[in-house]
């Protein structure tokens, strides 16, 4: 095996992206999801800021003005400020609920949501010292380096700017009044969040494909690899050689059986044989229940002596059946006045056996052999 082959270098297949998908192998982006809540989050305290506000102001309110009976009972201390704490998570639901539907909506764009448990199971290989190192010097360690750097540089540019451009407000705000100094303290904080809501945007643009390339990187394949993969999805030739095998064997026993059914097998006479049968009133024309060349002519025609069936033999009609008519198939129309020739023949042999009389005379069956006109006799490749 050359070191070309064992060179990653062909796209992963179908099979394997899915069997990585299974495992829970699947392209992640820390960037993305970090955008995507820090973003929800600050939406949803917008939409719902002047309920949360009020809510939070009741709460302190209620928190910093505990009952005086706590002072005679302390042992109701620790559920007093449990329900308090409770009470302050059920004002914040709304940032909540938000920050868990972006924290899923984020990997779907990613086509990263599977549910599997193989993601839970213990990799013991990640507590190799060894392995660790080399995640730590490693082109990973070095991608997230980068992103670290271009983290501190996007949000720290955009507060930056933030901060820069609001500096004029900022010093005004000691004379303004203090409602009017909030109203406008808050509104250049929520500029600054969303500058780093596009800031962490911007980042995670760059991070999303970076890692779904990453991902299909890792799984890249040899040709060594591929062939293989291509070879078990297919089977080995020997495989599908056996496979061939049996179902031609079964193909020859199921038309064999049927031979005994056939009401006259019309031979070459040695190298064709086709057996004819013909039920009135169930089908236009005649069916071919079995036919062959050589051996299995010989086996046709044993067969048929076995159980008496009638044997003609026409070597043009037989060579035309067996090129032109297929199995359990209406044997062709061009055929039909040469058949019902040799059909009527069959007819009267069996009122001969039954009612006795004159022998019938075997008809000689005269048939274009070749629909292209070619005169009987000439060779096509197909048997003498």
């Given amino acids: 095996m050359s070191e070309d082959d064992q060179e990653r270098t062909e796209q992963p297949s179908e099979k394997r992206l899915r069997e990585a998908r299974e495992q829970g192998n699947v ?22 800021g002047g309920g ?24 109701e201390l620790l559920p007093y400020f449990g329900h308090q704490i409770l009470q302050l998570l059920l004002t914040m639901w709304p940032i909540v609920l938000v920050a868990l539907a972006t924290a899923v909506v984020a990997p779907m764009a990613m086509g990263s949501v599977q549910f599997n448990t193989k993601s839970l199971t213990p990799k013991f290989d990640r507590m190799n010292p060894a392995a660790g190192l080399k995640r730590m010097w490693g082109s990973e360690s070095v991608a997230e380096l980068v992103k670290s750097v271009l983290r501190l540089l996007f949000v720290g540019t955009a507060a930056g700017l933030t901060l820069w451009s609001g500096t004029k407000l900022l010093r005004s705000l000691v004379g303004m009044p203090l409602e009017m100094a909030m ?14 809501c596009g800031a962490l945007a ?23 690899e591929l062939k293989r993969e291509m070879k078990e999805s ?13 179902q031609h064997q079964m193909s020859q026993r199921r038309m064999m059986e049927a031979v005994p059914t056939a009401d006259v097998v019309v031979v070459n006479p040695t190298h064709y044989a086709v057996a004819l049968k013909y039920e009135n009133g169930k089908a236009g024309a005649p069916i071919v229940v079995a036919k062959g060349v050589d051996e299995t002519a010989f086996r046709i025609r044993e067969v048929a002596e ?14 035309a059946l067996y090129r032109e008519s297929d199995l359990g198939k209406e044997i062709p129309v ?21 009612a006795g009389g004159r022998y019938p005379a075997q008809p000689a069956v005269e048939v274009q052999e070749f629909a292209d006109g070619r005169p009987n006799g000439a060779t096509d490749g197909a048997g003498l």
């Avoid at 494909?209 to 040709?223: A, D, E, T, V």
């Avoid at 069936?309 to 060579?319: E, F, K």
């Avoid at 061009?334 to 039954?354: D, E, P």
């Fill in 183 to 196: 109203s406008q303290g808050v509104g250049l904080a929520l500029k600054m969040l969303f500058a780093t």
């Fill in 234 to 246: 297919e089977g080995s030739p020997e495989v599908k050689g056996k496979i061939r095998q049996m």
């Fill in 306 to 319: 076995q159980h008496k069936v009638a044997i003609l033999s026409a070597p043009p009609l037989a060579r």
């Fill in 52 to 75: 949360i506000g009020r809510s939070a102001r009741d709460w302190f309110k209620q928190a910093l003005s505990p009952p005086r009976s706590l002072l005679e009972t302390p042992q």
């Fill in 334 to 354: 061009r055929l039909y006045a040469a058949v019902a020739q040799v059909l009527s023949y069959v007819y009267q042999l069996r009122n001969w056996r039954t």
């Fill in 202 to 224: 911007l980042l995670a643009a760059i991070d999303a494909p970076y890692q779904k390339w990453n991902w299909k990187r890792k799984l890249m394949m040899s040709r060594e």
């Fill in 27 to 48: 392209p992640r982006s820390r960037e993305l999801s970090t955008a995507a809540v820090f973003t929800g989050g600050v939406i949803a305290v917008m939409s719902a």
